[in-house]
């Protein structure tokens, strides 16, 4: 209590509360309502339009309907229900990339409704997370500001992406902090990538609107927010301006937030509008659809969950290392090219070390050839090298590959490079000449510090470059100690 009486409030408990709105590109080939390539990235601006997708006078859209399945896709892989039918309307607005004045989107009756996608919370326990509903759109045209976004002299405007289809997932406010946030956003995109409707590594290919608030306080939405990184700093940031304004006896304003990526900051940039000042009504240029007849044609792949499950099933690996393969569709198919050879050994070595290895040096899984790596596997299987050989071989193999050349396999580094597992009793004298150069640790060790080994076996690992196996050089150094 305060010395008026009034119960102060740890803000610091303050229940957090997040919904998400994203928007995805769906990976057809031709946009939403006319037949211009998806494939502008590389063009110059202003290539990929007609007519239909300019909003010219007269010009009639014309639905793709791979696009619709898609979405439908989408919706039963996240166990949405699929009305009867579906409609799309139009939602007026102006802004210069939008030359229609109207983007034609859905409204009242989107593709699905009411579905659940789970993730671990922050403490490792499983939670559903409800989706509100998911809806097809057009994507309007990009503004290209000279300068900065803030001081911009100018602005170009691009319609390249207009009429990109695009669906937007709605969650409900299930989510509870910036990091339940961005394990969603990699599930849900993990899970769109295994439906093969979504390329996460495109530009532009995600936009994430997240709306968030604490206990008893007004709706912040920080909209546009690019990456997945992006989502859990901007939602970082949010919390804490929150929390100090509630310290500060400061209200909150619902507003629409801009988050500014470079210095990791949200920055008030209107007031934000209510789904009446959109006037949305049906679009009349088309016909409302049949959805649940075009849903009951389509049948799933394999999802990320079921093959988790299969994963550790088949395989025998852990939970932790089927989460890690299964979390990128990339990544399972890698392993699953290889994993016959030691599927325990495999799950390892590519949870544990390639992964590492590839995010330090900014590569992908799919740089790595799967038959050099599975020549790696077998030569530790086989006992033909040490660990710390396999790591060594491992990142000379990635560097070579970071700089452009030709991969080696690794059976013929081995050869080369004289790297083979050496037999224990030809370190003998390695061992005497490592006891003989290291009379401090060798006196600890006598005094009872029985971790200076740990140094003196460190040290015949880098005299043999690794061939030495270190669980067995240790006792081979203490019995060289004691008949001393």
Wanted: hydrophobic share 35%; glycine share 6%.
């Amino acid at each position: 209590m305060s010395e008026t009486g009034e119960q102060k409030i740890d803000v610091n408990k303050l229940k957090v509360i997040i919904g998400l709105e994203i928007h995805c590109q769906l990976n057809t080939k031709t946009k939403l309502f006319c037949g211009c390539s998806t494939d502008y990235r590389d063009s110059e601006p202003n290539t990929h339009v007609c007519p239909i997708c300019l909003g010219l006078p007269g010009a009639l859209p014309k639905l793709n309907r791979q696009a619709v399945i898609y979405a439908l896709k989408v919706a039963k892989a996240l166990n949405l229900e699929i009305p009867e039918y579906s409609e799309f309307s139009r939602k007026n607005y102006f802004y210069p990339d939008l030359p229609k004045g109207y983007q034609i989107s859905q409204y009242d009756k989107p593709v699905a409704i009411k579905g659940i996608l789970s993730v671990d919370d922050d403490e490792g326990h499983e939670k559903n997370i409800r989706i509100r509903r998911i809806h097809l759109e057009e994507d309007p045209g990009r503004l290209v500001h000279k300068t900065s976004r803030d001081r911009a002299g100018y602005s170009l405007v691009d319609y390249n992406r207009s009429s990109i289809p695009l669906i937007e997932i709605v969650t409900e406010p299930d989510l509870s902090s910036p990091k339940e946030a961005r394990r969603f956003l990699n599930k849900l995109r993990t899970t769109l990538e295994y439906l093969e409707v979504f390329d996460g590594e495109k530009e532009g290919s995600i936009r994430v609107d997240a709306n968030i608030s604490l206990e008893g306080h007004n709706r912040v939405e920080c909209k546009n927010i690019s990456s997945y990184k992006g989502v859990e700093k901007a939602l970082t940031f949010e919390i804490t301006r929150q929390r100090n304004m509630i310290r500060r006896g400061q209200e909150i304003l619902m507003e629409t937030r801009h988050f500014m990526e470079a210095r990791g900051i949200t920055q008030g940039s209107r007031s934000k509008e209510e789904e009446n000042d959109y006037r949305y009504f049906p679009e009349p240029d088309l016909r409302p659809l049949k959805v649940s007849e075009w849903a009951d044609e389509i049948e799933l792949p394999e999802l990320p969950d079921a093959r988790r499950e299969r994963f550790m099933k088949t395989y025998g690996i852990s939970l932790n290392h089927s989460k890690t393969l299964t979390g990128d569709l990339k990544v399972a198919d890698f392993y699953e090219k290889i994993a016959l050879c030691d599927p325990v050994l495999t799950a390892t070595l590519v949870s544990d070390t390639l992964l590492g290895e590839l995010y330090y040096r900014d590569m992908k899984i799919t740089d790595v050839p799967p038959d050099c790596f599975k020549d790696l596997v077998i030569l530790l299987k086989d006992n033909e090298i040490t660990d710390r050989v396999s790591v060594d071989i491992l990142r000379m193999i990635l560097d070579g590959i970071k700089e452009g050349k030709e991969p080696e396999m690794p059976s013929d580094m081995v050869q080369r490079l004289g790297l083979s597992k050496g037999d224990d009793d030809e370190f003998g004298d390695i061992i005497a000449k490592v006891i003989e150069a290291n009379p401090q640790a060798v006196e600890d060790f006598k005094s009872g510090n029985t971790n200076a080994v740990n140094f003196l076996v460190g040290q015949v690992m880098k005299e043999t470059r690794g061939r030495a196996d270190p669980k067995a050089i240790a006792p081979k150094i203490i019995k060289h100690i004691n008949m001393e």
